[in-house]
């Protein structure tokens, strides 16, 4: 049984800084990463972490959001520096089997504000 824990969201000001961690679970995963939801917009990809250590980011978040994993523990997180207003959105974590199916964790609330 897979399960995706999240942990780390929360409020915080503009240029602040918030680290999201996601423990998985009950399976192997190739590639683990994160996407975000802000209300009344689409699920899009932050960004994406294989088992080498490959990474891919969205150009919104590049040279601010760094995702790093450890294979040993099966997680995943996403270091967050310089954080914006636009930031703000549910942060979910996916972890996918080597045959492409992802699986979701359960979201945790980023807000950035003053």
């Known amino acids: 049984q897979v399960q995706l824990v999240e942990s780390g969201g929360g409020l915080v000001q503009p240029g602040g800084s918030l680290r999201l961690s996601c423990a998985a679970s009950g399976s192997i995963f190739s590639t683990m990463g994160w996407y975000r939801q802000a209300p009344g917009k689409q699920r899009e990809l932050v960004a994406t972490i294989t088992k080498a250590r490959i990474t891919n980011y969205a150009n919104s978040v590049k040279g601010r959001f760094t995702i790093s994993r450890d294979n040993a523990k099966n997680t995943v997180y996403l270091q967050m520096n310089s954080l914006k207003p636009e930031d703000t959105a549910v942060y979910y974590c996916?972890?996918?089997?080597?045959?492409?199916?992802?699986?979701w964790g359960q979201g945790t609330q980023v807000t950035v504000s003053s």
């Open positions: 996916n972890a996918a089997l080597i045959n492409g199916y992802g699986y």
